[in-house]
């Protein structure tokens, strides 16, 4: 079962617009949302994350919008860029969080 | 200055070989994971270790036998390896508490032939 629902699977975005990926979890114990950005050949690497104390929590051009009520959040990008081309994933923690559940990843690829 | 490390980055084996990886974090955290990426790039949790004892162990081959040392390294060792354990396998680390990032390591592709 999976825990955190991620969507879309694939995105492609032309050079300077918006990047949206949702996500969607049932869990209400969640309390720590962060966001993962992957390139190839590389680990996986904190991009920003929210609590759900907050809606919104912006740092430079990503920003995360959080709907408590509606268990969805979502990552923004902003003026995307080619350097964003990478794999994102939004994953979900609760209490101590030993334990991490992860979305299923958003290939991005930002066209020039 | 790598914060979570791992060796090697490449392996490749035959079906039945045993092989290990290794891990090192130097950012004095207290919990070490394995988790798994698949060729879809799923990241499946497979094991947990704070202070070294485990805490996690999801569902996963009893040929998977991950050990730490001390809390600064966890290693994975697989034995009689199959083709459907070739994938991406990533260490990282967090110190046990609320809002605590996972650190990634840069991965280990095993490749089973």
């Known amino acids: 079962q999976q825990q955190v629902k991620q969507s879309p699977q694939s995105l492609i975005v032309q050079k300077g617009g918006i990047s949206i990926i949702n996500c969607a979890y049932e869990n209400t114990a969640f309390d720590y949302f962060p966001w993962y950005q992957q390139f190839p050949g590389k680990g996986p690497a904190l991009l920003i994350a929210i609590r759900p104390d907050v809606s919104e929590k912006k740092e430079g051009r990503f920003t995360i919008s959080f709907n408590k009520s509606a268990k969805q959040f979502s990552l923004h990008i902003m003026d995307s860029q080619p350097g964003d081309s990478a794999t994102y994933f939004c994953a979900a923690s609760a209490g101590t969080g030993n334990q991490f559940y992860f979305g299923t990843g958003t290939s991005l690829t930002v066209i020039p | 200055d790598t914060a979570v490390s791992q060796t090697p980055k490449y392996l490749v084996t035959q079906m039945g070989n045993d092989k290990s990886i290794k891990c090192e974090q130097n950012?004095?955290?207290?919990?070490m994971y394995w988790y798994k990426q698949d060729s879809k790039k799923f990241l499946k949790i497979m094991f947990s270790y704070n202070n070294k004892e485990l805490i996690i162990n999801e569902t996963v081959p009893n040929r998977f036998s991950p050990k730490s040392p001390d809390k600064a390294h966890l290693n994975l060792h697989i034995n009689s390896l199959e083709l459907g354990d070739s994938a991406v396998y990533f260490c990282?680390?967090?110190?046990?508490?609320?809002?605590?990032?996972?650190?990634f390591g840069n991965g280990t592709r095993l490749t089973v032939t």
């Open positions: 950012l004095g955290h207290d919990t």
């Open positions: 990282a680390s967090n110190q046990v508490g609320p809002n605590s990032p996972l650190h």
